[in-house]
């Protein structure tokens, strides 16, 4: 089948957080069941042609948008995958070229109803111009919500494609007043409670909720919890009412990227056989982060975007008694100031422990995979989560809350039945954090137990072809 994938962010071109990750993967993994896949992104100030490699292929594509067409260049990425998936990034330096992906110090981008708009109108006209029309479009998250509406629009007499939603993340919307609708041309037809209306306003989420033929999300228990007004982000009624075409299809890891026996980034590789580089490695990061250099003290870490959603409130209430242990921390984040500088303010107090990394560093995000003894991720929701997947194959057993992805692809810890793949709690509160933590420093001083749970941890397999599979059958289905 001929899919289309349309997105707002795709590794290695433009990553803030897991989405970017998936669009680098699934492609890869749908081409190699042969599939023919095309990728439209767009063309952001930070994706260089010429460092990415990219081909100029068009300059004056005109985008329908509203009454009006626009028109946009499109490069097309030369990413190194065999088979062969194509990357199309829309270039259309008013709306793209611009320092943030989605807004800057002073929030979003106040036009950013018809930046994505345009990427779904750009994604649909390239697919008729190169003779690439779809079977399927395949929108991700709510900047891909038009492109799952303009499907729906005639293009010249061309059938219309079928079309799947993922959910990656109900918590973002993509909100806009009743007025972004007709300059931008989305279809009237379905602004209405059943469609894309939302409370008086323009929902691109609930466009693809509403529209789209399929809708999946990221994990199966995510597809539980999103059914529930408690998790629901008040779509939790639409996504009832829609349960029957609505599934959960778990997400992969990328063993090409992410794979301490082949990882660049790394100062030393290993397998589960000669774990002796992963020794170098902790060292390594325990330098680099001007930690004390023990092979023998537990180092922990974490590398996240920090929100509301990931837990920080918790690992900030656990802290301070868990730092009168003798243990490390390092956490790689950027996000919300004020935990930007709770977090700072408690690694200057705490120097020989806490090593708080404030910023985007893709390469120090794969040291410290490496490097720790354990990954700490308590996140209040989330719909998969790939740290703790990378973590697992990096043989860094995960603390982890039972919700969402985390709880499906992690086992809890037990030392008598020499099972689990990390260390789980239920209860989203700080003692219960403390007390899955505090087990796993118990389960880290104990050698025999640790290096046969981190042997286990290496041993999962969540490679992509799996979840490809299951997309397959999706699209198949329709
Ligand atoms: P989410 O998509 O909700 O942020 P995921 O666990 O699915 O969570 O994916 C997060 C991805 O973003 C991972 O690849 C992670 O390594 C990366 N990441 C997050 N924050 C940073 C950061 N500050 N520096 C480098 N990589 C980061
Ligand atoms: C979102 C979710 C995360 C998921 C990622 C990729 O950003 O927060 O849990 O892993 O999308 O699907």
Redesign the pocket.
């Known amino acids: 089948m001929r899919i289309l994938h349309v997105a707002s962010e795709v590794a290695p071109y433009s990553?803030?957080?897991?989405?970017?990750?998936v669009l680098g993967a699934l492609p890869k993994a749908l081409a190699a069941l042969g599939h023919d896949v095309t990728v439209v992104t767009p063309r952001y100030r930070s994706v260089d042609p010429e460092r990415f490699g990219l081909a100029r292929r068009l300059r004056g594509l005109a985008a329908p948008l509203g009454g009006d067409t626009v028109a946009v260049g499109v490069y097309e990425g030369q990413a190194a995958s065999t088979p062969k998936v194509r990357v199309y990034l829309v270039d259309h330096k008013p709306s793209f070229d611009r320092d943030g992906i989605y807004g800057d110090a002073n929030g979003d981008y106040a036009d950013n109803a018809r930046r994505f708009a345009l990427l779904g109108s750009a994604a649909l006209a390239l697919a008729a111009e190169f003779g690439a029309w779809p079977d399927v479009v395949h929108g991700h998250d709510w900047q891909a919500g038009p492109a799952i509406l303009f499907a729906r629009r005639r293009w010249g007499g061309l059938p219309p494609p079928k079309t799947v939603f993922t959910i990656?993340?109900l918590a973002f919307q993509g909100l806009f007043p009743e007025s972004v609708i007709d300059p931008l041309g989305l279809p009237r037809e379905y602004y209405n409670p059943e469609g894309y209306e939302f409370y008086g306003q323009a929902s691109y989420l609930k466009a693809g909720l509403t529209v789209a033929d399929r809708l999946t999300t990221v994990s199966p228990r995510y597809a539980r919890e999103i059914q529930t007004p408690e998790q629901g982000f008040g779509m939790d009624g639409v996504l009832r009412a829609r349960a029957k075409v609505l599934t959960g299809i778990l997400?992969g890891c990328d063993y090409d990227v992410w794979n301490p026996e082949r990882d660049v980034q790394l100062p030393a590789t290993y397998s589960a056989e000669s774990l002796a580089g992963k020794r170098v490695c902790k060292a390594a990061l325990q330098r680099e982060l001007n930690l004390p250099v023990r092979a023998d003290v537990p180092l922990c870490g974490s590398?996240?975007?920090l929100t509301d959603?990931?837990g920080f409130d918790l690992i900030l209430g656990a802290l301070p008694t868990l730092l009168e242990r003798d243990l490390q921390y390092v956490i790689?984040?950027?996000g919300a100031p004020e935990l930007e500088s709770a977090l700072s303010e408690l690694a200057a107090r705490h120097p020989r422990k806490l090593s708080v990394r404030i910023?985007?560093?893709?390469a120090?995000?794969h040291r410290i995979e490496a490097g720790c003894d354990l990954y700490v991720m308590p996140s209040r929701f989330?719909?998969?989560?790939?740290?703790?997947m990378?973590s697992l194959r990096y043989g860094t057993p995960p603390i982890v809350r039972a919700t969402g992805g985390l709880d499906d692809t992690i086992v809890d810890f037990d030392a008598r039945s020499r099972s689990g793949t990390g260390f789980k709690f239920e209860s989203y509160d700080v003692p219960s954090l403390t007390e899955s933590w505090r087990r796993a420093l118990v389960a880290y001083g104990n050698p025999d137990d640790f290096s046969a749970l981190v042997k286990r941890c290496m041993a999962q397999d969540f490679s992509w072809t799996r979840s490809a599979e299951a997309y397959s059958r999706l699209y198949s289905q329709i």
Do not use: V
């Open positions: 990553k803030t957080g897991g989405l970017a990750d990656h993340n997400n590398i996240s975007r959603q990931k790689l984040g950027s910023g985007y560093d893709e120090l995000a989330e719909p998969c989560g790939l740290n703790q990378y």
